[in-house]
């Protein structure tokens, strides 16, 4: 229907209206409704600060509103970055592993800092982990015959297409070198 896109029942298209008559009562309202669809979000899983910012900011709540709102979510301590990318970087290592390099990429993304993904996958991704990690992957998708020189490079490449760095990766690989033998 003309006329009817992006506008949502019982709101307008962009509620920065009830911010202009300097009425408290409506950024308390907004605050509020902000405060629900956050909480509506971190039901499902933990997000960032930046993930709750963005959908605010498409939901058409005003920064202000969205700032009292993310304030008010971290003292209660449902927002916090740090607890998120260590939460996240422990998931990715035991379901589908990334390198350091893809995790802080991927963290990146979500909207934390560079300090605190670098944080989290020290803590929870050493080298160890890694290099077991990638040996891992290698075993899953090697059949098990002998490697060849071509097939060893194929399993390198793919190794550091998932954020592996080269020392990493060519550690992984001599782990499958004794059982070869």
């Known amino acids: 229907m003309p006329g009817r896109q992006g506008r949502r029942p019982g ?9 202009e008559t300097g009425d408290g009562a409506g950024l308390a309202q907004e605050t509020e409704r902000a405060l629900s669809c956050c909480l509506r979000l971190l039901d499902y899983r933990l997000r960032t600060e930046q993930e709750l910012r963005r959908t605010l900011r498409r939901r058409g709540i005003s920064d202000q ?6 304030a008010r979510l971290a ?9 998120f990318a260590g939460s996240w970087v422990r998931s990715r290592m035991q379901g589908s592993p990334l390198g350091y390099q893809a995790l802080l990429a991927r963290l990146a993304r979500f909207g934390v800092a560079q300090e605190t993904a ?5 803590i929870w991704c050493p080298e160890a982990a890694q290099i077991e990690a990638a040996a891992a992957l290698v075993r899953k998708r090697w059949g098990g015959e002998r490697l060849e020189a071509k097939q060893r490079a194929r399993l390198m490449r793919f190794l550091i297409g998932r954020g592996f760095p080269y020392s990493v990766a060519r550690q992984a ?5 004794p059982e070869q033998a």
């Open 11 to 19: 709101g307008s298209k962009n509620n920065n209206s009830l911010l």
């Open 118 to 122: 670098r944080e989290a996958a020290a």
């Open 75 to 83: 003292t209660l301590g449902l927002v916090n970055d740090r607890e």
């Open 65 to 70: 509103a969205a700032d009292r709102c993310l």
């Open 173 to 177: 690989l001599e782990h499958l070198e």
